[in-house]
């Protein structure tokens, strides 16, 4: 069954450095999303990308994040300059054209650590 | 208020038994609805979506009432490996994006 991989499983990192945090989507899908938990906390939209652009982005996603989609298969999350509450798990996610609009298929998550 | 409202719970229930969740959720003009789930430290799955003319998938039974703005979820015949979070999921209007609920803890015990 295909699905989204992401890397790494866990990064540690110090404040103020940047991190950048690896995606595969699904091969054949357009939609790809960026999505935040929190320890204890609801899953938290970030951003969509389609068509080689930013479709929609929330609050969260401010100037500190970037995405983008080096090739035709990694999809990335950049952050600029890390701060203690960016320690969260971070999901990549993708959909298809013909899924019904909200049914995506998450990546196992890579969890980030900022000390 | 918040966009979509869930029972934390937890919900502890014996195997066999059938359970309810219920989810509030505040944007009229949401569209599509769903129940993912999620297991401690796990990403969300898809469990099923929610049609204005209800859903049953096995022993999953899913409502929706727009008029109340209200989704709901049964699960008959628990299993122990029904035992997660189920969270209430809404997209606003024709966007993508998913909004998610806090959650409802379940567990089944043997």
């Known amino acids: 069954e295909p699905e989204v991989t992401q890397t790494p499983s866990h990064q540690v990192t110090q404040m103020g450095q940047e991190v950048i945090l690896h995606c595969v989507p699904i091969?054949?899908?357009?939609?790809f999303y960026w999505y935040r938990q929190i320890l204890g906390q609801k899953v938290e939209f970030l951003v969509s990308?389609?068509?080689?652009?930013?479709?929609?982005k929330s609050e969260i996603f401010d100037d500190q994040f970037s995405v983008e989609r080096p090739d035709g298969s990694n999809f990335t999350l950049k952050i600029r300059s890390t701060k203690l509450e960016d320690s969260a798990m971070y999901f990549c996610?993708?959909?298809?054209?013909?899924?019904?609009?909200?049914?995506?298929?998450f990546g196992e998550g890579s969890r980030l650590t900022v000390l | 208020r918040k966009e979509v409202e869930q029972d934390p719970g937890p919900f502890n229930v014996p195997e066999g038994a059938t359970v309810a969740f219920n989810c509030t959720y505040s944007n009229s003009a949401s569209q599509s609805f769903f129940w993912y789930r999620q297991d401690c430290r796990k990403e969300p799955k898809l469990l099923m979506s929610v049609y204005s003319s209800g859903n049953e998938d096995g022993r999953f039974t899913a409502q929706l009432n727009r008029a109340s703005q209200y989704i709901s979820l049964l699960i008959r015949d628990s299993k122990l490996s029904d035992s997660a979070t189920y969270l209430c999921v809404v997209t606003p209007g024709s966007a993508r994006q998913l909004t998610f609920g806090s959650g409802t803890q379940l567990t089944v015990l043997p």
């Open positions: 091969s054949n899908h357009l939609y």
């Open positions: 990308f389609y068509n080689n652009e930013i479709s929609e």
């Open positions: 996610a993708s959909a298809g054209t013909g899924a019904r609009t909200g049914e995506l298929f």
